[in-house]
């Protein structure tokens, strides 16, 4: 079942419909979110960073099930976490942090991996690339980020790099307010958007701008065509636009170059888009409270939402499965009793939290499995020594990881040709068709003569 999430940053719980019936599930309770703070977290459950007190010097994010409506998991980051993001399989999750740093966790452990100093200013959005290998941030500063996790993790690079982050993008003049990217692996391209009124259009392969549209409003929401051959921009003056992605086309209307159309039907800012996974539809959250589902094709109004409370911040397009054997292994087992069931236990404040000297049990993942996993006891001695044989043996590892992201780019490039001949195929249908009705409609106008 293909669902609509939508949260607000007044707590009023978070919204969720079918969205092939327009029925109403499950409202999820306690939930103020940021914008872009609201994440599936690889389909099996749903978690938000929450808005709190400027004076709080720490952060809170929570997890719900699919199947309770109360909050059954909270944790409370070294500072406030504003985006969240998690990769598609659901084992990482990403926080940006209002002091510009950005936080890695393990899911299944909670265990913080990485911190790093991502920007200058708070981070505003964050996004896994398809292949979940690159990590792309936004910023108040105006800089949009990207990061390579392969260089982020292993401690060797990134102490020999000169900089972290593979590419820096710094045109945007003010508030980055989203990011999107789109399919390809290391080709793809990505799209920002920023109080500036401008989105700009990245290629990846290549670090350079390909692409800056001006807006005739701020635009705050951004969603790419699954065929990437426009991207719509939801803007605060109600508008959602739609760019061009793959013409160079000439401005045919008063908006400007490469804007080629727009509908409407908000009465007020549009906050947040979505695209449908199964149908072609796009879902807008607005300031107004309501959540509308668009024909992508006719730009009509399929059917309308209304969330309980205050203005629409966040929109999940999810396919749902209610997984039962999710978290099995015996960590989050011995937690489910205080923290809720087949949920993880909470996230780590800070990094290493456990005593070197002390002989705790830790327990570890040595596969990095989300099911099944063969779960072991160890003490902190043994897993220093472990982590030192795993040290000497990085250029392998690494070497592995590269490996399976080279497979899988090149499986991805097979079915984007398969795309390609069918569109192809379509199209040269398309033209012979148009061919044979002309050629009949000359001669019935000669025959006419």
């Known amino acids: 079942m293909e669902v609509v999430l939508a949260s607000s940053s007044v707590d009023g719980g978070i919204g969720c419909w079918d969205l092939k019936t327009g029925a109403e599930q499950l409202r999820y309770k306690s939930c103020s979110s940021p914008s872009h703070g609201l ?25 719900w099930s699919w199947s309770k409506p109360q909050v059954e998991v909270k944790s409370f980051p070294a500072e ?9 399989t659901g084992t990482y999750l990403a926080g940006g942090a209002l002091s510009g740093d950005i936080y890695l966790w393990e899911v299944e452990t ?25 990590l792309i941030s936004g910023s108040e500063d105006g800089s949009v980020r990207v990061w390579s996790l392969f260089m982020i993790v292993d401690d060797l690079r990134s102490q020999e790099a000169k900089n972290l982050y ?10 980055v307010t989203d990011v999107v990217i789109g399919y390809g ?3 793809a391209i990505i799209v920002s958007a920023s109080e500036d009124r401008t989105c700009k259009v990245w290629s990846l392969s290549r670090g350079t701008l390909l692409r800056n549209i001006v807006f005739p409003s701020i ?41 080629i159309g727009s509908f409407s039907n908000h009465s007020k800012a549009v906050t947040c ?63 489910s009793k205080k923290q809720g069931y087949y949920l993880p236990p909470p996230l780590e404040k800070y990094e290493n939290s456990i005593d070197e000297d002390s002989d705790i049990k830790t327990v570890i993942s040595l596969k990095g499995g989300m099911r099944g996993t063969d779960v072991s006891y160890l003490s902190s001695h043994v897993i220093s020594n472990y982590i030192k044989e795993l040290q000497h043996q990085g250029s392998s590892a690494s070497s592995e990881l590269e490996m399976e992201k080279l497979k899988h780019d090149c ?39």
């Open 110 to 134: 909670g265990r913080l991996l990485k911190k790093w100093h991502g920007h200058y200013r708070a981070v505003t959005c964050l996004v896994f690339s398809e292949d979940d290998s690159l």
């Open 219 to 259: 635009i705050d929401a951004i969603a790419l065509d699954p065929a990437e051959h426009v991207f719509y921009a939801g803007s605060r003056d109600g508008k959602i636009f739609i760019a061009a992605l793959n013409t160079e086309s000439i401005a045919a209307n008063s908006y400007g170059m490469h804007i």
């Open 273 to 335: 888009l979505a695209y449908g996974i199964g149908e072609n539809l796009l879902i807008s959250g607005s300031e107004d409270g309501m959540v509308r589902v668009w024909n992508a094709r006719t730009r009509n109004i399929v059917r309308m939402f209304k969330h309980a409370k205050g203005p629409v911040n966040n929109i999940l397009v999810v396919r749902q499965e209610i997984d039962l054997s999710y978290g099995a292994s015996s960590n989050v087992q011995a937690s």
């Open 39 to 63: 994440v599936s977290v690889g389909a099996h459950f749903l978690a938000s960073s929450q808005l709190r007190d400027p004076s709080a010097s720490s952060g809170s994010v929570f997890y």
């Open 166 to 175: 593979e590419y820096s993008f710094s045109e945007h003049t003010l508030r």
């Open 80 to 88: 406030p976490i504003k985006p969240l993001a998690a990769n598609h």
């Open 411 to 449: 499986q991805r490039s097979m079915q984007m040709v398969d795309q390609w001949k069918k569109m192809y195929e379509n199209l040269h249908q398309f033209c012979v068709k148009e061919l044979l009705d002309g050629g009949q409609a000359r001669t019935l106008d000669e025959n006419d003569k």
């Open 185 to 187: 692996g290391c080709n």
